[in-house]
């Protein structure tokens, strides 16, 4: 079945620290999955991707892995920053038939930022 | 700001009434998609629309229901509501609608509170 699911819920981590959330996904066709950022009161906002063929993508600041044989990805975020301080969730983009997607969404890890 | 915009922002009313969400896409875009995100179910797909007609169905309820008018812009139709129909929802749009290049962009959300 589909399901997409984090680690953990919450994660603390001090200003400039690298920060690591983690997720588990459980259909090994997956093939297509994005990083969102929740701020407060705001609708999500796409961070990075990765398609299956690749282990690893970078972004500014971020680094997606995904690990295919234990399905698993992960996103780091380097030397946080309170603008960091949100929910991330992992999505996996499903394509139903051809011309129509859907995202489905793990449960989020609520990251703060100490400062 | 990602472009989508939502209306109203917040929205309260009692068991049993309708309510309708609006929704108008980013400039260009063609496809619209619904996700309600409550805390016992988080952000699920409900369904996706593209330039006015149906593409996808998820986890929509037969109270609700949605149209893309000529103009692109969507609502969201929830009758007969119930406590549990309490949650945010939020719009999403892209430029197509399949997967390939297709970034969703999220609006900001109208939270519903039905008492």
């Known amino acids: 079945g589909e399901s997409v699911g984090l680690h953990l819920p919450t994660l603390s981590v001090q200003e400039g620290d690298n920060s690591i959330i983690n997720c588990a996904y459980s259909?090994?066709?997956?093939?297509?999955f994005i990083w969102y950022k929740q701020e407060s009161g705001k609708g999500p906002q796409f961070i990075i991707d990765i398609r299956s063929n690749m282990d690893k993508r970078q972004g500014q600041r971020v680094t997606v892995l995904l690990n295919k044989t234990v399905k698993h990805l992960s996103l780091q975020i380097a030397a946080t920053q309170p603008g960091d301080s949100a929910v991330y969730f992992c999505?996996?983009?499903?394509?139903?038939?051809?011309?129509?997607?859907?995202?489905?969404f793990g449960q989020g890890t609520r990251l703060t930022i100490n400062p | 700001d990602s472009g989508v915009t939502q209306t109203p922002k917040h929205l309260i009313t009692a068991t049993g009434q309708r309510v309708t969400l609006r929704c108008s896409p980013r400039s260009g875009d063609l496809s619209v998609y619904w996700y309600q995100q409550s805390l016992d179910q988080g952000l699920q797909f409900l369904i996706q629309y593209y330039n006015g007609e149906e593409r996808a169905k998820g986890n929509i309820l037969e109270r609700f229901s949605a149209q893309q008018f000529p103009d692109l812009h969507s609502e969201l139709n929830l009758s007969s509501l119930e406590l549990g129909d309490s949650a945010l929802y939020f719009c999403?749009?892209?430029?197509?609608?399949?997967?390939?290049?297709?970034?969703?962009?999220f609006g900001p959300g109208t939270r519903l509170t039905v008492l």
């Open positions: 999403a749009s892209s430029v197509g609608s399949g997967r390939a290049s297709n970034e969703q962009f």
């Open positions: 999505a996996e983009n499903t394509e139903l038939i051809q011309g129509a997607q859907k995202l489905v």
């Open positions: 259909n090994s066709a997956s093939d297509y």
